[in-house]
C-alpha cells in the first residue's frame, strides 16, 4: 500500500528539516548589529517597528489597538528585526554577487501577509485539503458504492484504521502549515507531534494490512507497546527536552520500519493496484532527493523543501486512489468467499 510509504517519508522530512541550527547569516557581524541597533531603537533603516516600544505595545483599551489580521503580520520586535535586516543584509549580498545563506536555521524568504513561508502553507493546505477529499470519497465508497452487511457496517476490515489516519493526516499537515505561517516555540512544537503521531500509526497500520492482522487481539498485542512509545515520546519533547537528535532517530527508525513492510509487501501481493504504491514508493524516494540537495527559495518562495511539499499533493491524490481499490479488492474477495460457503 504506497500510501504509508509516501507518509512515512513525508514524516521522516518533516522531522529532520524542521531543526533549527545557528546559520552563516545569524553569524554575519553585519546582520547582528542590525538585529541589535533595531531592538534598541526600533526601526532599520526608514522603517520603524511600533512593538518595539514595550511602552506601547499592549496597552490601551481594546477598540484602540490594531485588528487581529494586522496584529498577525508582526512578528514581534524581534521577528521583525530580523526579517527586515536580513532583507537589507541579503539585498547587499547581491549587490556583491554572494549567494543567499540561510538566517537561524531558514533560507531568507518573502514575507506575504506576515506568512514566513507563504510556498509551504500553500502546498501545505492543497495537501490538507487532498487528504480530505481522499478521506471524504473513501467514506462515500465504503457506504454508498461497496454493498453493506446486513447491520450497515462496511466488510472491509481496515475501516476505522483508515479513518484514523486521515484524520491523523489532516491535524498533521494544518499544523504543518501553521508552523510555517508562524515559526514559534508553541507552533514547532504542535508540529513535530502531530507528524510524530501520525508516523507512529502509519507504522500500526502498516504492520496490521502488510500481515492481514485482523484478530482483534492481535491487533491489540502489535498496537499498545507502539501506542505507548508513541505517547512517550510525544511526553517526552514537550515537557522534559525537545532533543532534535533524538527525534531525528525515532523518526528515521520508524519511517524507515514501515517503508520496508511495504516494499515486502509490494513485491509478493497480488494485489490489483499494486503498481500505484511502487509509483509512489518510487516518486518519494525521488522526491527526498529535494531534502538533500537544498537550494535557496526561487524568488524568495519556492526552495527545495516547498517543492517537496507541492510534489506530495498528487502522491496523496493516488495513495487514497490506492486505499479506495483496497477497500473493493478485499470486500469484492470476502463476497465471494461468502458465496462460496453458502454454495
Same mark, same amino acid.
Not at 257 to 262: G, H, R, T
Given at each position: 500500500?504506497?500510501?504509508?510509504?509516501?507518509?512515512?517519508?513525508?514524516?521522516?522530512?518533516?522531522?529532520?528539516?524542521?531543526?533549527?541550527?545557528?546559520?552563516?547569516?545569524?553569524?554575519?557581524?553585519?546582520?547582528?548589529?542590525?538585529?541589535?541597533?533595531?531592538?534598541?531603537? #526600533?526601526?532599520?533603516?526608514?522603517?520603524?517597528?511600533?512593538?518595539?516600544?514595550?511602552?506601547?505595545?499592549?496597552?490601551?483599551?481594546?477598540?484602540?489597538?490594531?485588528?487581529?489580521?494586522?496584529?498577525?503580520?508582526?512578528? #514581534?520586535?524581534? #521577528?521583525?528585526?530580523?526579517?527586515?535586516?536580513?532583507?537589507?543584509?541579503?539585498?547587499?549580498?547581491?549587490?556583491? +554577487?554572494?549567494?543567499?545563506?540561510?538566517?537561524?536555521?531558514?533560507?531568507?524568504?518573502?514575507?506575504?501577509? +506576515?506568512?514566513?513561508?507563504?510556498?509551504?502553507?500553500?502546498?501545505?493546505?492543497?495537501?490538507?485539503?487532498?487528504?480530505?477529499?481522499?478521506?471524504?470519497?473513501?467514506?462515500?465508497?465504503?457506504?454508498?458504492?461497496?454493498?453493506?452487511?446486513?447491520?450497515?457496517?462496511?466488510?472491509?476490515?481496515?475501516?476505522?484504521?483508515?479513518?484514523?489516519?486521515?484524520?491523523?493526516?489532516?491535524?498533521?499537515?494544518?499544523?504543518?502549515?501553521?508552523?510555517?505561517?508562524?515559526?514559534?516555540?508553541?507552533?514547532?512544537?504542535?508540529?513535530?507531534?502531530?507528524?510524530?503521531?501520525?508516523? +507512529?500509526?502509519?507504522?500500526?497500520?502498516?504492520?496490521?494490512?502488510?500481515?492481514?492482522?485482523?484478530?482483534?487481539?492481535?491487533?491489540?498485542?502489535?498496537?499498545?507497546?507502539?501506542?505507548?512509545?508513541?505517547?512517550?515520546?510525544?511526553?517526552?519533547?514537550?515537557?522534559?527536552?525537545?532533543?532534535?537528535?533524538?527525534?531525528?532517530?525515532?523518526?528515521?527508525?520508524?519511517?524507515?520500519?514501515?517503508?520496508?513492510?511495504?516494499?515486502?509487501?509490494?513485491?509478493?501481493?497480488?494485489?490489483?493496484?499494486?503498481?500505484?504504491?511502487?509509483?509512489?514508493?518510487?516518486? +518519494?524516494?525521488?522526491?527526498?532527493?529535494?531534502?538533500?540537495?537544498?537550494?535557496?527559495?526561487?524568488?524568495?518562495?519556492?526552495?527545495?523543501?516547498?517543492?517537496?511539499?507541492?510534489?506530495?499533493?498528487?502522491?496523496?491524490?493516488?495513495?487514497?486512489?490506492?486505499?479506495?481499490?483496497?477497500?473493493?479488492?478485499?470486500?469484492?474477495?470476502?463476497?465471494?468467499?461468502?458465496?462460496?460457503?453458502?454454495?
Amino acid at each position: 500500500m504506497a500510501v504509508h510509504y509516501w507518509t512515512a517519508l513525508l514524516l521522516v522530512l518533516s522531522c529532520l528539516v524542521s531543526v533549527s541550527y545557528a546559520s552563516l547569516g545569524d553569524a554575519d557581524p553585519n546582520y547582528r548589529t542590525c538585529v541589535a541597533e533595531c531592538e534598541r531603537n #526600533g526601526c532599520v533603516g526608514q522603517v520603524c517597528f511600533p512593538q518595539c516600544n514595550s511602552t506601547s505595545s499592549g496597552g490601551g483599551p481594546w477598540y484602540t489597538q490594531e485588528p487581529l489580521y494586522l496584529q498577525w503580520q508582526k512578528l #514581534g520586535c524581534q #521577528g521583525d528585526c530580523r526579517y527586515h535586516c536580513m532583507v537589507n543584509r541579503e539585498k547587499e549580498r547581491e549587490t556583491l +554577487g554572494q549567494l543567499p545563506v540561510k538566517y537561524h536555521g531558514k533560507w531568507p524568504f518573502k514575507r506575504v501577509l +506576515g506568512i514566513q513561508e507563504p510556498a509551504s502553507v500553500a502546498f501545505s493546505v492543497l495537501n490538507l485539503a487532498m487528504h480530505f477529499h481522499g478521506w471524504l470519497s473513501f467514506f462515500i465508497t465504503l457506504y454508498y458504492k461497496l454493498p453493506l452487511k446486513q447491520d450497515k457496517t462496511a466488510y472491509y476490515e481496515y475501516v476505522g484504521l483508515w479513518h484514523m489516519y486521515g484524520l491523523l493526516s489532516m491535524n498533521s499537515w494544518f499544523w504543518s502549515a501553521v508552523f510555517h505561517s508562524r515559526d514559534v516555540d508553541l507552533t514547532e512544537r504542535l508540529d513535530y507531534s502531530s507528524a510524530i503521531a501520525v508516523l +507512529g500509526f502509519s507504522l500500526i497500520l502498516a504492520i496490521l494490512r502488510t500481515f492481514d492482522v485482523r484478530v482483534e487481539a492481535a491487533r491489540v498485542m502489535v498496537s499498545a507497546p507502539i501506542l505507548a512509545f508513541v505517547t512517550t515520546h510525544i511526553l517526552y519533547i514537550n515537557f522534559y527536552k525537545l532533543d532534535y537528535g533524538w527525534n531525528m532517530i525515532v523518526c528515521v527508525t520508524m519511517g524507515v520500519a514501515q517503508l520496508l513492510l511495504w516494499a515486502r509487501w509490494a513485491a509478493v501481493t497480488r494485489h490489483p493496484s499494486s503498481w500505484k504504491l511502487w509509483v509512489v514508493v518510487i516518486a +518519494g524516494g525521488l522526491a527526498m532527493l529535494l531534502e538533500i540537495y537544498d537550494f535557496p527559495p526561487y524568488e524568495g518562495y519556492f526552495d527545495a523543501h516547498s517543492i517537496w511539499h507541492a510534489i506530495t499533493v498528487p502522491l496523496t491524490v493516488l495513495w487514497w486512489s490506492f486505499i479506495r481499490d483496497d477497500a473493493e479488492f478485499r470486500t469484492s474477495s470476502l463476497l465471494k468467499k461468502s458465496k462460496t460457503k453458502a454454495k
